[in-house]
Nanobody, 123 residues
């Protein structure tokens, strides 16, 4: 079983930056695709970014150029650097992971999920 624990959320102003972290347990982290999703109140969970086991990346159009996903396999951790934050980025951010995930933008593809971390961006 894999456990994912997110951290780094908070309340910031528009234009600020935040870095989210997701620490994973288990020995197969390097083989997993790791993704970030977010869910705003009253909305469906939406894809943000994924870094596959190969290192290839995919971003949602809404965050392209502002967010950067990365992973450190030695630390079993995936990061989401969020710059130029906007009020519409306000949501609970979830980390997800799993093997054989491609392309990685569908939540149904991931068997493992973290508990979520709140990001609130004020205008």
């Amino acid at each position: 079983q894999v456990q994912l624990v997110e951290s780094g959320g908070g309340l910031v102003q528009a234009g600020d930056s935040l870095r989210l972290s997701c620490a994973a347990s288990g020995r197969s982290f390097s083989y997993y695709a790791m993704g970030w999703f977010r869910q705003a109140p009253g909305k469906e969970r939406e894809f943000v970014a994924v870094v596959r086991s190969s290192g290839s990346l995919l971003y949602a159009d809404s965050v392209k150029g502002r967010f950067t996903i990365s992973r450190d396999n030695a630390k079993n951790t995936v990061y989401l650097q969020m710059n130029s934050l906007k009020p519409e980025d306000t949501a609970v951010y979830y980390c997800a992971g799993g093997p054989f995930v491609s392309p990685g933008n569908r939540p149904q593809s991931y068997p493992y999920w973290g508990q979520g971390t709140q990001v609130t961006v004020s205008s």
